[in-house]
């Protein structure tokens, strides 16, 4: 935690650990699949193919476990009347604050894998070519109810165009 | 209004399409001596068809593009099949640039670049009238140029005598490097054995009847001369005739001797500066300048043809007194500029990052080392002994470059290794910020700010500030922004 800054206020739904889990599966699961293939298929390169198959599968098995729950832990987020403030990421952590005013679209946006779990993500957008906040992993009712609050309260306070 | 069309000389600018597979194949001839075997007849065959296409695609635009000027709005029409029509009300124009190519001087003709910004989520949307005459352009620019005042003295015109740090660019040698990578390409795809050619064996075997020591430092010369000179030319080919206004809300830039570039810029579009000092021309207390601006891209842009490039390689006193111009603020802006460096965590992440790297490199030539044979052992710690103290030097420049501060209506970031980057920003500007931390920095209690803006990159870093000092910074830049994140109810 960052001394002397407050955690934005609410978390995420539960169900973004399982999504999490499905997500981080479908991307460790080729590499690991292709490599035992491999070992399999290729006999006399078996002991270097295996080494790098333990290696890969450790690492797989150890993001497929850890990151989902790291991620739960740390994902927050929270909608005042003057501002957008979220918490994302496990080992890179990325806290983003966006002032009403400087909102220019708010739209819910959700993957395949993302709405099976009934979930959606929320991406604020400013004028800033950095990329816009997302916050991925809520009720896909919650999310779209956010949208709509922040789209009055963005427009009922008067922006700056840019 | 009625809708106009683009110069019918433009054909003309179509055919030099068909050049490039002229000169591949005239270049094969020559270098074969007129025997062409199968695969060279293929590839060059494939070239000129290719161009051929090309060309036609772009005659056939050419014909069909249509453009007009209505009261409060630019349209464009193009396209045979696929017809599009595009428009830009002109309000919302960010600048108007001019530009000409050597062909397109020679036929009298101009593009103009009609540019609506960059907007959130999609690319640029770069309005191009390829191909308009002379006068028009120029009306053109005058009439979708809102600032029309009368100019006032220029701010700065180009001084031959900056001249001298044009060669302390490396993109010199990097083209020379392209050039030379390309020509053995093409003879590859070619299938012409290098060794064939007559003149490189020529040189090859000159190289190979001299001594050791002139064999390396010969070539190393050869190259920095030709990078010394490509680096001449293109500063004075982009630079030629450079002459920046600024008349009322307008800033103006002219350059170029070929090819013409002209950039109009709002001031309110303005966010910010951005002073970048590489190493050779650090040394020589020389310095870049590039606006912050909304719609003209970013300053690692390609150098040559960068939009937002104010000035051309300068001393950094001249860089100084332009920015203070361009941004409305006293001659002295920059010369009390007092920036908090960062903590000493920031100078070990550093190290840590360089010596690593080195680490990445060694290991496997150690591990391989150990196995097969010494001789990759001894590869090893020579280039240790060459790459430790590099790496520790660059850690070091990098921890000294490290600052930020506030200055007036301005906040200061600077960071960068070999090339060191001062980025002035409007406070006013800043849409909001992020706060990043790897799990090493959250342990070594510092983190990385990044100050949101509509222009340039779209936010900028201050790197690895310990957090206290960071948060002091950020609320003291955008009062009342961070509240949710200090607890202020």
Redesign the interface.
């Known amino acids: 935690m960052?001394?002397?800054?407050?955690a934005?206020r609410n978390r995420l739904d539960r169900r973004a650990v399982r999504w999490w889990i499905v997500q981080a599966l479908v991307v460790a699961t080729p590499p690991v699949a292709v490599l035992a293939l491999l070992t399999a298929l290729i006999a006399p390169a078996r002991t270097w193919l295996g080494l790098s198959l333990a290696i890969t599968g450790a690492l797989a098995v150890a993001y497929v476990v850890v990151m989902p729950w790291w991620r739960y832990r740390v994902h927050r987020w929270?909608v005042?009347d003057?501002?957008v403030?979220a918490l994302s990421g496990w080992?890179?952590?990325?806290?983003?604050?966006?002032?009403m005013a400087?909102i220019?679209?708010v739209d819910t946006a959700s993957g395949p894998i993302q709405r099976l779990f009934g979930l959606a993500g929320l991406v604020v957008?400013?004028?800033?070519?950095?990329?816009?906040?997302h916050i991925q992993g809520l009720d896909r009712s919650l999310a779209a109810e956010l949208a709509q609050t922040l789209a009055t309260r963005a427009q009922a306070i008067p922006g700056d165009g840019? | 209004m009625t809708w106009e069309r683009l110069e019918p000389r433009m054909v003309a600018v179509s055919l030099t399409w068909l050049l490039p597979p002229l000169g591949s194949t005239l270049l094969t001839l020559l270098l074969t001596g007129g025997d062409l075997n199968l695969a060279a007849v293929i590839t060059l065959g494939a070239i000129v068809l290719t161009f051929v296409v090309i060309a036609a695609v772009f005659a056939v635009r050419l014909a069909t593009t249509r453009f007009r000027l209505d009261g409060d709005r630019v349209e464009l029409r193009s396209g045979l099949l696929l017809r599009r029509h595009r428009t830009v009300p002109r309000d919302r124009i960010r600048s108007v640039d001019v530009t000409a190519t050597p062909i397109h001087q020679l036929l009298g003709l101009r593009v103009v670049r009609i540019n609506p910004g960059v907007q959130a989520g999609a690319g640029r949307r770069e309005v191009v009238l390829d191909g308009v005459g002379v006068a028009r352009a120029e009306s053109l620019r005058r009439l979708l140029d809102p600032g029309d005042a009368a100019p006032d003295t220029a701010l700065a015109v180009l001084t031959w005598r900056w001249l001298r740090y044009a060669p302390l660019s490396v993109w010199g040698v990097a083209g020379v490097g392209v050039v030379v990578g390309g020509f053995f390409r093409l003879l590859d795809s070619l299938r012409i054995n290098p060794a064939d050619v007559g003149f490189l064996r020529d040189i090859w075997s000159g190289l190979t009847g001299m001594p050791l020591w002139a064999a390396i430092v010969l070539p190393v010369l050869i190259v920095l001369g030709l990078g010394a000179l490509t680096s001449l030319s293109t500063f004075v080919e982009g630079w030629w005739g450079y002459r920046l206004e600024v008349t009322g809300d307008a800033i103006d830039v002219r350059r170029g001797l070929f090819s013409t570039r002209s950039v109009w810029l709002d001031r309110a579009r303005l966010r910010g500066v951005q002073i970048s000092e590489p190493h050779p021309l650090r040394w020589a207390r020389g310095a870049r300048l590039n606006a912050i601006a909304i719609g003209l891209g970013t300053s690692e842009d390609r150098s040559t043809s960068n939009r937002s490039a104010l000035l051309p390689p300068a001393p950094r006193s001249e860089a100084f007194r332009v920015t203070a111009g361009i941004l409305q603020e006293e001659p002295d802006l920059l010369y009390g500029l007092k920036l908090t460096g960062a903590p000493r965590a920031a100078l070990r992440r550093r190290l840590s990052w360089g010596l690593g790297g080195v680490l990445l490199l060694e290991a496997p030539l150690v591990l391989l080392g150990a196995l097969l044979t010494d001789v990759l052992l001894h590869i090893a710690w020579i280039s240790a002994a060459v790459l430790v103290p590099l790496a520790i030097a660059g850690a070091v420049d990098a921890y000294r470059n490290l600052g930020s501060g506030l200055h007036g209506n301005y906040l200061v970031t600077r960071y960068g290794t070999y090339n060191r980057r001062t980025v002035l920003l409007d406070r006013a500007g800043i849409l909001g910020w992020s706060i990043d931390q790897s799990v090493f920095q959250r342990r070594a209690g510092i983190a990385t700010f990044v100050a949101m803006v509509g222009a340039g990159r779209g936010g900028y870093k201050i790197r690895d500030v310990a957090v206290a000092d960071g948060l002091a910074l950020a609320s003291a830049a955008t009062p009342g922004m961070l509240d949710e994140l200090l607890g202020v109810p």
């Open positions: 960052l001394a002397g800054v407050k934005p929270e005042t003057d501002a403030y080992w890179w952590q990325r806290r983003r604050i966006t002032p400087r220019q679209t957008t400013t004028a800033s070519a950095a990329g816009p906040v840019q």
